[in-house]
């Protein structure tokens, strides 16, 4: 650890300006906003560290299948360096939700305040990926970068606008780049804590609800059939199906030991004096793990029908994303790995945890690859106004990730 210490000292302010770099590089998403100048970006400092770079931009037919949200390119980039047979493959996601307003910094600045660096992106999930990088790097900066190790970085995008499918994590999935036998392990730096190891999250659903009703004259609101009223009274049914109970599970933060509903958007009518004949909502629903998907889906489901026969309405529900709460295997060694390491840097017991939200991690858990998630913001932060990540948390996560890849290429066979 002493000869890693010395170059992390040499290397940490090389790291923070990179990631303040990503950061100023606004990724939203919705729409999907500078994703080739940050992949350029990315491809730029890879290049510059010694990676060997390729490109995986889907095609206009692949786009229209993988994409639900959002126009234009989606490329993921993917980066090698080693020749080793012991493959082990990061992951992070270089889109961001929009930053909207109320911010006391400016979103994109990367803004560095009492030892915390702010901006969207910060937590959730640039810093995981500037952390992924530098852990490797500072292995090689210490000359201490394995043989036998190949470390494959990848770096996609569409992981906020999540899907069954998407032109992201799935993508590279599809196309051999992350798949069971040709990568040994998956490290994801989704924001879950410096002091925590993730091994999955918490079940979903997300649909968009349409209710049809009937106009009528703003005086004669009897007449009509009010698309507004029916939507009022299925939100109201929506939160009051959450059954009160709390998981087992170690879900962080507390509250996420609960199920919940959420009903984000609500978009209805033409004009004020008009009874509103079409709205729609949006709904996402989580499941702890120990719901059932199909009966949660049946239950969504059952609401809106009986709410739209009462008032005599129609309605279309489009479910477009739902998983299973997803877990990796625990007993792999590369959680006892990073147990350690996590012991030696943060010097305390780390924490065995799912995540509230779910993430990218789902798809290398169903091709079967041992998959793991240790990340440097806090899920607090993610998609917050004003997101920080802790800077000391961020330089502990590369010395952890470096010291868990240099133990992993010694016990691996």
């Known amino acids: ?166 032109a992201g994590a799935h993508y590279l999935v599809e196309k051999g780049v992350l798949k069971r036998g040709k990568v040994d392990y998956v490290i994801f730096t989704e924001p879950t804590g410096s002091d925590n190891i993730c091994y999955g999250h918490r079940g979903a659903i997300w649909a968009i609800v349409k209710i049809y009703g009937k106009k009528s004259h703003g005086g004669l609101p009897q007449l009509g059939v009010d698309a507004v009223k029916v939507s009022m009274k299925i939100i109201q049914e929506l939160y009051n199906s959450v059954p009160e109970i709390v998981s087992k599970y170690n879900i962080i933060p507390e509250v996420s030991k609960r199920p919940s509903v959420l009903v984000g958007t609500v978009r209805c009518g033409s004009w004020m004096n008009t009874v509103a004949d079409y709205c729609e909502l949006s709904i996402v629903r989580r499941l702890i793990p120990e719901e059932n998907l199909d009966e949660v889906r049946s239950k969504i489901i059952n609401v809106i029908e009986k709410v739209t026969m009462d008032f005599k309405a129609k309605y279309d529900y489009d479910e477009f994303y739902s998983v299973e709460t997803i877990t990796s295997d625990v007993k792999n060694e590369i959680y006892e790995v990073m147990r350690r390491k996590i012991r030696e840097v943060r010097q305390r017991e780390p924490g065995l945890v799912l995540s509230p939200g779910t993430f990218d991690m789902r798809f290398t858990v169903k091709e079967g690859i041992p998959s793991i998630n240790y990340g440097p913001g806090r899920i607090e932060q993610a998609h917050a106004t004003d997101e920080y990540v802790e800077i000391k948390d961020f330089f502990d996560s590369i010395k952890v990730l470096s010291l868990t890849l240099l133990e992993l290429s010694k016990t691996i066979k």
């Open 1 to 166: 650890m002493d000869l890693l210490e010395d170059k992390f000292e040499e290397i940490k302010e090389e790291a923070l300006d990179r990631l303040k770099e990503i950061i100023k590089i606004p990724t939203e998403n919705p729409p999907g906003l500078n994703y080739q100048k940050i992949v350029d970006k990315l491809d730029e400092i890879l290049r510059d560290l010694g990676y060997k770079t390729e490109i995986f931009n889907p095609s206009e037919e692949e786009l229209k299948r993988l994409v639900r949200f959002g126009e234009g390119d989606r490329p993921n980039l993917v980066g090698y360096i080693g020749n080793g047979g012991t493959k082990i493959a990061f992951n992070g996601h270089y889109d961001v939700v929009p930053a909207g307003s109320g911010w006391n910094v400016s979103p994109y600045s990367a803004v560095v305040k009492d030892g915390k660096l702010y901006g969207r992106g910060s937590a959730d999930m640039k810093s995981g990926i500037i952390a992924g990088i530098y852990g490797v790097e500072l292995l090689k900066r210490a000359k201490s970068f394995p043989s036998n190790l190949q470390v494959i970085q990848t770096f996609v995008p569409d992981e906020e606008t999540v899907g069954n499918v998407n």
